[in-house]
């Protein structure tokens, strides 16, 4: 197994013991080589390892449709069976996904909704938090129709349910936070960072797609310096070509 995510992390105490319990080789690799398709898959290929590439996990993000065929044919995979958006799957374990409207209603398959998680992974909230807390953690009806309610997560990711297949597919935020490297960053919390420091007139952050092909996106930010500022020499100088 390809050990990428930081030894911080959690999952890495499955992505390190799991392997190494049924005998399989961990192959610890470059952290950034994981954001940068080509480069992930030149790796991959230069392995013997790999040669016969059988999964790729994701997580932290939706994956890239074209790295991800990329990869699998770098492991022999067939080119015809990853044509088809990724999907993010489907529960596991005692976790329960709720797909629900603004009105905390199902919505029917194929519909795009909310995602709410449940089951005993629920956490009890965010420490002294308690704002976060009320509008994170609620109750809904389950099952609907009955007066008996269960405590919930509300994600903010948008989602559709393939009701033929079962599987899950992401679609975006319901908010502007945005995930860049694994990464969740609050592009408001960015640009209220900028505007702090009382150096510019206005600033917007954004996550726009890098232009290295399947490289994913990057964090920028657009700013309208103060007058003050705007004559500054340092500032002059960034500005020079």
Do not use: C
Request: aromatic share 8%.
């Amino acid at each position: 197994m390809a050990h990428y995510i930081p030894t911080t992390f959690d999952y890495t105490r499955v992505e390190i013991w799991v392997p190494l319990i049924v005998g399989a080789r961990i192959a610890i690799l470059p952290y950034a080589d994981a954001f940068d398709g080509r480069t992930l898959e030149s790796t991959l290929r230069k392995s013997r390892a790999f040669s016969t590439l059988r999964m790729v996990l994701f997580g932290g993000d939706a994956a890239n449709p074209k790295a991800v065929a990329r990869l699998l044919e770098s492991g022999g995979a067939p080119k015809d069976t990853h044509s088809e958006p990724v999907s993010i799957g489907r529960p596991t374990g005692d976790t329960v996904v709720h797909i629900l409207d603004d009105a905390l209603q199902p919505v029917p398959g194929g519909e795009v909704g909310e995602v709410f998680l449940g089951g005993p992974g629920v956490s009890r909230g965010y420490m002294n938090a308690q704002a976060k807390n009320t509008t994170s953690f609620i109750n809904i009806k389950s099952p609907p129709g009955l007066d008996e309610t269960t405590r919930v997560y509300r994600t903010g990711d948008l989602v559709r349910h393939d009701p033929s297949s079962g599987q899950i597919y992401y679609l975006g935020r319901q908010d502007h936070q945005v995930t860049i490297f694994t990464m969740r960053i609050e592009l408001a919390a960015v640009k209220a960072t900028l505007m702090k420091t009382g150096r510019f007139v206005d600033a917007v952050a954004l996550a726009i797609h890098s232009l290295i092909k399947e490289m994913g996106k990057l964090l920028v930010s657009y700013i309208i310096p103060a007058e003050d500022v705007a004559n500054d020499k340092v500032w002059m100088d960034l500005r020079a070509p």
